[in-house]
């Protein structure tokens, strides 16, 4: 029997990435702390392009070639020969637009290009900070969806889990979900909604310490708002674009 509607997934860490089918599917990398929070951000405020990379020494090399901003971290930290962090706060209109941002972190940009390898058909970059563009979109489109989570080196986390159910319930009747990740996020972004950041405190998120012992609840709090910087990243030709 035919089903008219798209199927939606949740992949919760990109170790388990490999057990999904992504062809003709829009995969949504999800990074909230804070790599795609930070893509939305500079967009948002006036990038060109931001250029997600794998590695640092791509990174250094790529910037250098384009004139571009080098940026990343590992572990939280700028990472050693880059310019700039990870913050959103990193990237105000009057600093990014025009520019080109070339963006290296420890989980998200290594995630994209995971989805890439195996063969992504489109692939967009979601966070609180353009939940509804991301919403919008997906409806649209209409097609396969995989939310994939970047979790931290491969353990899976709770703010990219509260993302994933905050798409799935705003967007759940217009997809199949059978999916007990997808049923698992959603459950965990209703208990949590009425204030995420608390909720993160609250059960201590492994993420939450990790930023706020670097003194960055700012970051927590702006990465956990919704529509803050709502456009849509859409990733072609080796970058990330406002896709209109």
Not at 35 to 52: E, K, Y
Not at 141 to 151: G, W
């Amino acid at each position: 029997m035919a089903h008219d509607k798209p199927a939606l997934y949740t992949s919760l860490s990109p170790s388990l990435l490999h057990l999904y089918d992504i062809n003709d599917t829009t995969v949504v990398i999800i990074d909230v702390l804070r790599a795609t929070s930070t893509i939305a951000t500079a967009l948002h405020n006036g990038a060109r392009s931001v250029i997600p990379v794998d590695s640092i020494s791509k990174c250094i090399e790529l910037g250098r070639q384009l004139e571009g901003i080098t940026a990343g971290e590992r572990d939280g930290r700028i990472a050693d020969g880059l310019q700039y962090g990870n913050s959103p706060f990193e990237y105000p209109a009057s600093f990014i637009s025009g520019k080109i941002l070339v963006l290296t972190t420890t989980n998200g940009t290594m995630l994209l290009h995971m989805a890439l390898e195996k063969g992504a058909s489109r692939i967009i970059t979601g966070s609180f900070p353009n939940l509804s563009a991301v919403c919008h979109y997906l409806q649209q489109e209409n097609k396969n969806v995989l939310l994939a989570c970047a979790a931290w080196k491969g353990k899976v986390n709770i703010e990219d889990m509260l993302f994933a159910g905050a798409v799935i319930s705003r967007i759940r009747e217009h997809f199949l979900v059978n999916c007990d990740s997808s049923q698992m996020a959603e459950l965990m972004y209703h208990q949590a909604k009425k204030d995420l950041y608390g909720f993160m405190k609250l059960h201590n998120a492994s993420h939450y310490h990790r930023l706020a012992n670097y003194g960055l609840e700012k970051d927590i709090r702006y990465c956990l708002t919704a529509d803050v910087a709502n456009v849509l990243p859409y990733y072609v030709n080796g970058r990330l674009i406002i896709l209109t």
